[in-house]
């Protein structure tokens, strides 16, 4: 199998800062996960690991957590962790370390570490209680991890990079700039965990090297501390690495990672995932790496990231098990060395697209629903499935031009309406209504098997409620109008 496909590793991204699951559907997903041919898990805990003493706040075990009923307690967690071994499955744990820190910074605690006092997102380097901190978060999560080999400790996206006063001195002194302040700051992480782990190999995220010189790279000796994690997650028609980067970084690095995506990457709010595109951007590696492999002394392998959230304020994107079908198709055209025909069936039939046909493009909506599938949690793709016909048949009733010509908000405030057009609108607002009244019955049931109280609030309180409650408030503006009955134009409500 390995001779077909780049690399021996295929790690599957969890991301659990955005709807962790309970532990009874992880039971399912790992050796669903190991069945289609994944080698290990990319864990990013985030704000669900059960961090203790001095950073208790951050994590499943502080206030907030359990009082919003959210994971995971030191049982949880280790009993993830034993649930991936029994799978034999690699775990790769991943700590933020630079960027992407809100999860710590948004805390009054750590509140003067932030880059920018008013944003939560980045860690100033320079500040003397950053790399305490950090030394903190790496010895709990490693303790944790007691097997590993490897620690990712991202370093992405650090939006805000020199611009607090203590690192724009810095920067004026410093013989590369922004680029040494970065490359000083990742240095000294990596440095912490090579003295005290000598063990563990390190990886980041590869983003914010793009954009430095190979000479700069080369004087940090970044090769010897860590191996970049290449991501990229474009179609086949977007996608842009190029071999100018991959001889940058097979000049610096002897191993290299690669990330694609099987969700969380096309809209920061998608319902679903779109089939074809991250089929694409599998393909797209698959022929980036074809040909420039040759530059590459080591290429370890993949890891298909499956992001929940953009970043820990934004919206919930695609579920995991709306993403199950997305993983399987990804994952076979990787091990295959190319997307056929042939995938989309075997893959259809493994989980049971019979009656149904798996979209690899978005369908035109309202869309037939499968009646029952296969895999872990297919509950929930159906219901997600249901709420976006429902959404659209709700958006083309608001937008509709009966709604705009008779029953617009003036004519509602100004109680000048037809009835005769008021008993039209009524019944399919009541209809539509009671439909995703059903729904949310449905989703609440179905989620419940499988993810916490906090996760379902905020997707029903974000999808569904909004809409509901439109529908209610028409409908009862719908019943007054006809109470009314039809009025003289400028005549004000009965009882003003
Ligand atoms: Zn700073």
């Known amino acids: 199998m390995d001779t077909l496909t780049f690399g021996t590793h295929r790690l599957v991204h969890l991301d659990l800062k955005g709807a962790p699951p309970k532990l009874s559907y992880l039971e399912k997903f790992f050796p669903f996960i190991k069945d289609i041919g994944a080698t290990g898990l990319l864990i990013?805990?985030?704000?669900?690991?059960?961090?203790t003493k001095e950073l208790i706040q951050i994590g499943g075990l502080s206030n907030s957590a359990q009082v919003n009923n959210a994971p995971y307690s030191i049982e949880e967690a280790r009993h993830i962790l034993e649930l991936i071994a029994d799978n034999?499955?690699?775990?790769?744990?991943?700590?933020?370390?630079?960027?992407?820190?809100?999860?710590?910074?948004?805390?009054?605690?750590?509140?003067?570490?932030?880059?920018?006092?008013?944003?939560?997102?980045?860690?100033?380097?320079?500040?003397s209680d950053t790399m305490p901190l950090i030394r903190s978060l790496l010895k709990q999560i490693v303790a944790f991890h007691p097997n590993i080999q490897y620690l990712h400790i991202g370093a992405d996206e650090v939006w805000h990079l020199g611009t607090c006063p203590a690192c724009i001195k810095r920067i004026q002194s410093s013989k590369h700039g922004k680029a040494s302040l970065y490359l000083e700051h990742i240095t000294e992480v990596a440095q912490y965990v090579k003295e005290n782990y000598p063990h563990l190999k390190i990886i980041i995220w590869d983003d914010m090297l793009r954009n430095i010189d190979e000479s700069i790279l080369q004087e940090y000796y970044l090769g010897n501390l860590i191996e970049p994690m290449v991501w990229h997650y474009n179609n086949v028609e977007t996608f842009h690495l190029g071999g100018a980067l991959w001889e940058k970084y097979s000049n610096v690095f002897t191993n290299i990672w690669g990330a694609t995506a099987f969700k969380g990457a096309t809209s920061s709010c998608q319902i679903l995932p779109i089939n074809k595109y991250h089929v694409s951007n599998h393909e797209a590696w698959l022929s980036?790496?074809?040909?420039?492999?040759?530059?590459?002394?080591?290429?370890?392998?993949?890891?298909?990231?499956?992001?929940?959230?953009?970043?820990?304020?934004?919206?919930?994107c695609e579920l995991l098990p709306c993403s199950i079908p997305t993983l399987c198709l990804c994952m076979k055209t990787w091990i295959t060395g190319g997307y056929s025909q042939d995938i989309h069936s075997s893959v259809s039939k493994m989980l049971g697209y019979t009656d149904t046909q798996l979209n690899l493009e978005t369908p035109t909506r309202p869309a037939p629903i499968p009646p029952q599938l296969s895999f872990p949690g297919w509950q929930i793709l159906v219901g997600f499935d249901w709420y976006i016909n429902i959404k659209t048949k709700y958006r083309s009733v608001i937008d509709s031009d009966q709604m705009n010509t008779w029953f617009n908000q003036w004519q509602v405030l100004s109680n000048y309406t037809n009835p005769m057009q008021i008993n039209s609108i009524l019944p399919v607002l009541t209809s539509l209504h009671l439909e995703i009244s059903s729904l949310e019955n449905y989703m609440k049931m179905n989620l419940e098997r499988h993810f916490y109280t906090h996760t379902i609030e905020e997707l029903i309180g974000t999808l569904i409620t909004p809409i509901?409650?439109?529908?209610?408030?028409?409908?009862?503006?719908?019943?007054?109008?006809?109470?009314?009955?039809?009025?003289?134009?400028?005549?004000k409500r009965l009882n003003l």
């Open 88 to 127: 034999g499955l690699m775990i790769i744990p991943l700590v933020q370390t630079f960027g992407h820190m809100e999860f710590v910074l948004k805390h009054e605690q750590w509140r003067h570490l932030r880059e920018e006092e008013e944003y939560p997102s980045s860690m100033c380097p320079t500040n």
């Open 468 to 491: 509901k409650q439109h529908l209610r408030q028409l409908k009862c503006e719908c019943e007054t109008q006809l109470a009314l009955g039809c009025r003289v134009r400028g005549q």
């Open 44 to 51: 990013e805990w985030e704000d669900t690991f059960p961090y």
């Open 288 to 316: 980036e790496l074809s040909m420039h492999i040759g530059k590459l002394l080591n290429f370890k392998g993949i890891a298909l990231t499956g992001w929940s959230r953009y970043d820990h304020y934004a919206t919930l």
